[in-house]
């Protein structure tokens, strides 16, 4: 059974830092895109980075460039998040998710067939 399973949020200040880390199991991922998405409260889901099955190629979300790295370990079958200068609008759950096909990353939840529970990220003002 594939399982994706997200760690790493918590309650940070304005400014600050966090690393989220996603780690799947069941399969390997090696091959796939792989994304980070976000739900506020009240809001809908919405795309935030994305990586491409080698990790060459990122997309980032505008509010977020510049601010939110992603990575890849392929070896450990591990997705991260970096993100930096935290602003408390990036509070929500952030949600990792896999592609079951497909090499490169894509922006649309749909192309993505595995998903964690989520982490929850507040950044408090």
């Known amino acids: 059974q594939v399982q994706v399973v997200e760690s790493g949020g918590g309650l940070v200040q304005a400014g600050g830092s966090l690393r989220l880390s996603c780690a799947a199991s069941?399969?390997?991922?090696?091959?796939?895109?792989m994304g980070w998405f976000r739900q506020a409260p009240g809001k809908e889901r919405e795309f935030v980075a994305a990586?491409?099955?080698?990790?060459?190629?990122?997309y980032y979300a505008d509010s977020v460039k510049g601010r939110f790295t992603i990575s890849r370990d392929i070896a450990k079958n591990t997705v991260y998040l970096q993100m930096t200068s935290l602003k408390p609008e990036d509070t929500a759950l952030y949600y990792c998710?896999?592609?079951?096909?497909?090499?490169?990353?894509?922006?649309?939840?749909?192309?993505?067939?595995?998903w964690g529970q989520g982490t929850q990220v507040t950044v408090s003002s």
């Open positions: 990586i491409n099955w080698s990790g060459s190629s990122t």
């Open positions: 998710a896999a592609r079951q096909y497909g090499s490169s990353w894509s922006e649309r939840s749909a192309d993505y067939r595995y």
């Open positions: 069941g399969r390997t991922f090696g091959t796939n895109g």
